[in-house]
């Protein structure tokens, strides 16, 4: 069992800047894509940024303003959020592919984290 553990959420006014890691401890963490989704109350979870072995993709939401990146010494992921708008507001998770490689939907990750919460304040 993998068990992904966020941090770095809350509440922060719109234009400002957050950063979110997530920690992944396990064997062969390089060896696997990383992705980051968010859900709000009511809707399904969207796809926000991924990173694999081949590079990085983002929701074109978010493009420009968020970055995702690695740190395989220390078995992280995190995600810089700047420019941030009052609809990046969600519970953000971050997920383990099922492979190296990365897809934007949520059954190609077989780990989750828990979440954690962003608060975007207009």
């Known amino acids: 069992q993998v068990q992904l553990v966020e941090s770095g959420g809350g509440l922060v006014q719109a234009g400002g800047p957050l950063r979110l890691s997530c920690a992944a401890p396990?064997?062969?963490?390089?060896?696997?894509?990383l992705g980051w989704f968010r859900q709000t109350p009511g809707q399904a979870r969207e796809f926000v940024a991924a990173i694999s072995w081949s590079g990085t993709y983002y929701a074109d939401s978010v493009k420009g303003r968020f970055t995702i990146s690695r740190d395989n010494a220390k078995n992280t992921v995190h995600l810089q959020m700047s420019s941030l708008k009052p609809e990046d507001t969600a519970v953000y998770y971050c997920?383990?592919?099922?492979?190296?490689?990365?897809?934007?939907?949520?059954?190609?990750?077989?780990?989750w984290g828990q979440g954690t919460q962003v608060t975007v304040s207009s």
């Open positions: 396990g064997p062969a963490f390089s060896a696997y894509g």
């Open positions: 997920a383990r592919s099922r492979s190296a490689a990365v897809v934007s939907r949520d059954g190609g990750y077989d780990y």
